[in-house]
Every structure is written in structure tokens, then in C-alpha cells.
């Protein structure tokens, strides 16, 4: 149980765009082939997925990985 809470409050520290991008890729891919599923992803080729990368989360994520701070996220996308 003490894992599952680290998952937990892990993912609840994420961006909650990225969150939301992950399962939509995961749903996408659900019943692909392994080889299918890594095209899909590494394509970059569901919508979703270009806007949280064009989002002001991501370009935060960045930032704040540069100037070694903690992430501010809104899971906006303003785009």
C-alpha cells in the first residue's frame, strides 16, 4: 500500500495535462501491437499529445527544470 501511495501522490505532483495526454495515448494504443503502440508514440501522431507539448505546462516543465526549481502547473492549454 505504502508503493501505490508513492504512485499516487507522484502522479498527482504531474502536470495534469500530461497526465490527461498519457492515458489518451494509452487509450489509442490499447489492443495495438507492441512495435504499432512505440510507432504511435514516437510518431508524436495524436492530437493530444502536439497540443500538451505546445501547452504552457510544458514550456513550465522546461523552466523549471533549468532553473532547478519546482513546477508551477495550471493544466491550462491555451493553444
Known sequence: MTRAREWADQIADSAPLAVQTVKEVFRAIEG???ENAFQTMRTGDLPVYRKMLKSEDAKEGVRAFVEKRKTR????NRN
Request: glycine share 14%; no cysteine.
Open 32 to 34: 495495438d501491437t507492441v
Open 73 to 76: 502547473f495550471f493544466g491550462v
